[in-house]
């Protein structure tokens, strides 16, 4: 991203996430919006979650359509390197996700494994906090909260870690701010509602390490269904 586009998301950001002080307020019974936004989201824990273990099979058709049009003989070669491939997922009752495969790879594959690690624990930990944790500090813990209006600003610490969120005043989340010494990072969710409360169904996520320049930017559509009554 170009000096002006990063120049231009910083300038959203400070819109979206920090707006003027002259037009804010603090929240007096900021412990009851926190506790009501904490029930407002489905959590797998109080439906009895415990863990679970999902294999991951690669598909045919997750190949560029233009790559297999321009060389099929090579697609064919790498689908069949890819079959191949046996990597499982575990994820644990705080939402941390462990990635583990078969040994005996070659190079190219133990290159999509690391990768696929990656992008696996990646997705988990931004999608955990809303499904089995919660995005919020505990009710009791020490945090801010704002009323800007439309919407409240929640601030707090966690960690090294300075955490910036606005939350609409049905509790869904609007944006996430969170600044670490070695990155920073926005996420964007989106929400359906269901009987059981908020669940996530897409994420946009800009990570920004300043050591290294611009932003990266991923987008995580979810599709969720009931598994094992969950």
Not at 69 to 80: K, L, R
Not at 137 to 160: F, I, M, N, T
Request: charged letters at 15%.
């Amino acid at each position: 991203m170009s000096s002006t586009g990063m120049a231009a998301v910083a300038a959203l950001l400070c819109c979206v996430l920090l707006p003027s002080f002259a037009f804010t307020q603090a929240v007096a019974n900021k412990h009851d919006v926190v506790r009501k936004a904490a029930q407002a989201y489905y959590n797998l824990p109080n439906e009895g979650f415990v863990r679970f273990r999902c294999t991951l099979t690669p598909h045919d058709d997750a190949l560029e359509p233009e790559l297999r049009n321009a060389h099929p003989a090579a697609a064919d070669v790498w689908v069949q390197t890819l079959s191949q491939l046996q990597v499982a997922v575990a994820v644990g009752a705080d939402g941390t996700a462990t990635v583990s495969h078969t040994d005996g790879a070659g190079q190219p594959l133990q290159d999509v494994i690391s990768n696929l690690a990656l992008m696996l624990t990646s997705f988990f930990r931004l999608w955990s906090p809303y499904v089995v944790a919660s995005p919020f500090p505990a009710v009791d813990s020490d945090y801010e909260v704002e009323d800007l209006g439309a919407q409240y600003r929640l601030s707090y610490k966690d960690g090294a870690a300075r955490v910036v969120m606005t939350l609409d005043k049905d509790a869904t989340v609007g944006a996430v701010m969170v600044t670490r010494p070695e990155a920073n990072s926005v996420t964007w969710p989106q929400f359906t509602k269901t009987p059981k409360g908020f669940l996530p169904v897409s994420l946009d996520n800009d990570v920004r390490m300043p050591a290294q320049g611009g932003a990266v930017h991923v987008r995580t559509v979810i599709t969720s269904q009931e598994v094992a009554g969950l």
